[in-house]
């Protein structure tokens, strides 16, 4: 017997939206980048809203550090989105793609080759890119700053609000 769950899923990953979804990335490798790329950042978003849940709910941490940690979570889910959407943006710029695989691939001389691995270098250094320069390089030096300033915020007025 098929699970509801399952069967809702076949459902959605059967429907006419999903299957021209897939065929658009298919067919056009600047949709299949973008289409990564809002995935990615959908994902975090998702897990630095729980965090900030779980921060709100968590008895383990005290209560004048909690609004600190929640507000850090959140501060740092909103600019991993931000960040992660203009650096992948930037980074699949096709003049910045174009340099980048005419070096790459100019070993590369059937032209059929060569754009299929530029399109496919595109995609995924768009996300590779985004992720690891935006989560791991930008995010933490804007971050920690706007958290502070929050939290400075709230010490002299009392709340946040």
């Known amino acids: 017997m098929i699970h509801p769950i399952q069967k809702t899923i076949n459902g959605f990953a059967n429907s006419n939206f999903v299957k ?6 298919i067919e056009n490798p600047d949709f299949l980048t973008k289409t990564l790329l809002v995935t990615s950042i ?6 630095y809203a729980l965090r900030v849940r779980n921060t709100l709910k968590n008895d383990e941490i005290p209560d004048d550090k909690k609004s600190f940690v929640a507000k850090m979570d959140a501060a740092t889910g909103i600019t991993t989105a931000v960040v992660q959407f203009g650096t992948g943006l930037l980074i699949a710029n096709q003049k910045i793609q174009k340099a980048i ?3 790459l691939f100019s070993q590369i001389t059937d032209e ?6 530029s399109e496919g270098f595109r995609s995924v250094s768009t996300l ?3 992720t690891l320069i935006a989560k791991r390089v930008i ?3 804007i971050a920690s700053p706007i958290a502070g300033y929050y939290e400075k915020k709230k010490n002299q007025t009392g709340n946040l609000e």
């Open 42 to 47: 959908s994902k975090d978003v998702f897990a």
């Open 139 to 141: 995010v933490p030096l």
């Open 128 to 130: 590779i890119g985004a």
């Open 101 to 103: 695989c005419k070096t």
């Open 20 to 25: 021209k979804h897939i065929n658009e990335c």
């Open 112 to 117: 059929r080759k060569f754009k299929q691995a």
